[in-house]
Structures are given as C-alpha cells and as structure tokens.
Nanobody, 124 residues
Framework: QVQLVESGGGSVQAGGSLRLSCTTS?????SGWFRQAPGKEREFVAA????????YYVDSVKGRFTISRDNAKNTVYLQMNSLKPEDTAVYYCATRVYYTSTSSYAVTDEYDYWGQGIQVTVSS
C-alpha cells in the first residue's frame, strides 16, 4: 500500500497562484495530477516520471502549470500560475508504483493509488 497526502489547495482570484503538494509513503515510478469539476469527467492535468526527466501536460495548462518533484521527500508539486475560473475543480494526485514502457500517463487506470482530492477554487 502507498499512502498519498495532498496539500496546498484553496481559493484565489483569477490570475493568482497556488502550489499543490503530494507526498507519497514510498518512491514511485510516475505521479500525476488529475482534476474533476462538478458534473464533469475526471481529466488529466500533468504527470512526471520518477527521475523527473519526463513531464506531460494537458494543453489547457501548458505555460501556466509546472509539475516537479523532490525525490528526497517523495513529494510531487504542481505550481499553478495565472489561474482561471475554469481551473476550479477538485485536484487529485495519483501515482504508479512500478515502471511501464507505455506512455499512457493521462489514463486514470494506469495509476495504482490516489489521494483524497483537494479543492481549488478560482473566482473571477
């Protein structure tokens, strides 16, 4: 079992910034952030491999969000800048423990463990 603890959500005005953190109880291969707005499907936001060498983003956040990790702390961060009201959602951290050669980083089934979710609200 791997435990994930998320922190850093909250409410900001449009144009503001937030940083989400996700700490896992052990090192893992790949971690990602997903989000789910009310009445919508859960969608991929960003992912990063264990080495930090590969990072992936959904088009709508490119240039505004940055995913990073501190392996010494088993922590993944999502720095969110220039936030928009459409970024409002519950954000979930997810992690895949073991290596895979597939690049299906945006698929929820490719992740083994999930955090409890954290609310991000952006007001106009």
């Amino acid at each position: 079992q791997v435990q994930l603890v998320e922190s850093g959500g909250g409410s900001v005005q449009a144009g503001g910034s937030l940083r989400l953190s996700c700490t896992t109880s052990r090192a893992t291969f790949r971690s990602g952030w997903f989000r789910q707005a009310p009445g919508k499907e859960r969608e991929f936001v960003a992912a990063i491999t264990g080495s930090g060498g590969n990072r992936y983003y959904v088009d709508s956040v490119k240039g505004r969000f940055t995913i990073s990790r501190d392996n010494a702390k088993n922590t993944v961060y999502l720095q969110m800048n220039s936030l928009k009201p459409e970024d409002t959602a519950v954000y979930y951290c997810a992690t895949r423990v073991y290596y895979t050669s597939t690049s299906s980083y945006a698929v929820t089934d490719e992740y083994d463990y999930w955090g409890q979710g954290i609310q991000v609200t952006v007001s106009s």
